[in-house]
């Protein structure tokens, strides 16, 4: 007989927490295995095809906002008792408030993936975070980041644990010719350097940053060019700026993309901007595919990239900074090189999503024969 479990999370959209989902099911074992997926935000539901292609089965609980998705609690668990869920995922404070209140119901283990600090959350969600934290089973850091802020901040009487993310590299290898092709599309000159990001465009990824860094860059080095992949609420902003510097025929919008290999693939480096972080998902897939990495010291990045190893890290807001250490990887091809070179071996040996989903399976069976 298989275990069920059932994740729980606000949204399938492409996310870092979202796009992690369908990367880990493909890797579990679904003869021990059944998973679903329970979300509430309809109209973000680029991951919905990718899991039922993996196996997974997915259900939309439509809700509108987070009071509304709360409410929801009693068709949570009208959908556990009628699948017989044995463990509950969830991810991220709201899907982790109602994973809480459905055990409080039915006493289903709840199993809580944290992706960010406490310290960067909204006071009403921290406060109501520290008073349900003990209500479920576990809690997992994708960092030792988030771990020690979720100990120093909430001192919880359950178990909680480091559980680094990971990224499955035998899919996220360099395709030259993707790259090239792309490029190619896109009317960039194939000697050309590309700077990138993958991203959600939210407040959180300091892309008005990115923007500033970009063009003090582009001052020095004309022929380069940008790729921002991705949506979000904050895109007018970044397009608006992107106009007012008259960077609108270098930097390129491409929206959001389920297969991204072909813009890893095209980007000499990826370049970080973000003011704070768990471990970013997109961070380890840029170095799997071997991107020469750029970032700000946010959260858990620092235990991915080792400046001067795998990258050139700098403090969160110092923009030039940022452009100041990519000027320094175009300098230096030979330095690029061998950061792209190790970037991808550090992956290899730390990040191994496939280790990830062993890790958790481990702890799934640990829960569900009440250990």
């Not at 007012?244 to 990826?270: C, H, N, R, V, W």
Request: charged share 25%; hydrophobic share 40%.
């Amino acid at each position: 007989m298989r275990i069920k479990v059932l994740h729980i999370i606000k949204s399938l959209g492409r996310g870092g927490a979202e796009v992690l989902l369908p990367e880990t099911l493909a890797l579990h074992d679904q003869n021990k295995f059944e998973f679903h997926y329970v979300y509430f935000l309809p109209w973000k539901d680029q991951m919905v095809d990718i899991i039922k292609e993996q196996g997974g089965k997915v259900t939309c609980i439509p809700a509108n906002n987070n009071l509304e998705l709360i409410r929801k609690v009693g068709e949570v668990v009208e959908y556990c008792d009628k699948e017989k869920i044995d463990i509950l995922h969830c991810h991220l404070p709201w899907s982790g408030f109602l994973g809480r209140r459905v055990f409080s119901k039915t006493k289903i283990p709840v199993v809580y993936t944290e992706h960010n600090i406490q310290e960067r959350y909204h006071w009403a969600t921290k406060f109501v975070n520290k008073y349900t934290f003990n209500f479920q089973s576990m809690a997992l850091g994708v960092s030792n980041d988030v771990t020690k802020s979720i100990k120093e901040n909430i001192d919880p009487a359950i178990p909680v644990e480091t559980l680094l993310n990971g990224v499955n590299t035998a899919n996220f290898k360099r395709d030259t010719a993707k790259g090239k092709s792309l490029k190619h599309h896109l009317g960039i000159p194939e000697e050309s350097y590309v700077i990138g990001n993958i991203a959600v465009f939210r407040e959180q990824k300091n892309l008005l940053d990115w923007v500033r860094a970009f063009h003090r860059i582009n001052k020095n080095y004309p022929s380069i060019y940008g790729i921002l992949v991705g949506a979000g609420p904050k895109e007018k902003e970044i397009k608006d700026l992107v106009d007012e510097l008259k960077l609108s025929e270098k930097i390129f919008f491409p929206g959001l993309q389920e297969d991204t290999i072909p813009y890893f693939s095209a980007m000499d480096i990826f370049m970080l901007s973000s003011a704070f972080e768990g471990l970013p998902i997109a961070l380890l897939e840029a170095m799997s595919m071997k991107c020469a990495v750029v970032s700000t010291k946010a959260g858990g990045v620092v235990e991915a990239v080792r400046h001067n190893k795998e990258g050139l890290l700098c403090e969160p807001g110092d923009w030039e900074m940022l452009a100041e250490n990519v000027q320094n990887l175009i300098q230096h091809p030979e330095k690029r090189v061998k950061i792209q070179e190790f970037a991808r071996e550090r992956v290899l040996q730390n990040f191994s999503l496939l280790e990830m989903v062993r890790s958790l399976e481990q702890r799934y069976f640990k829960i569900y024969n009440g250990n």
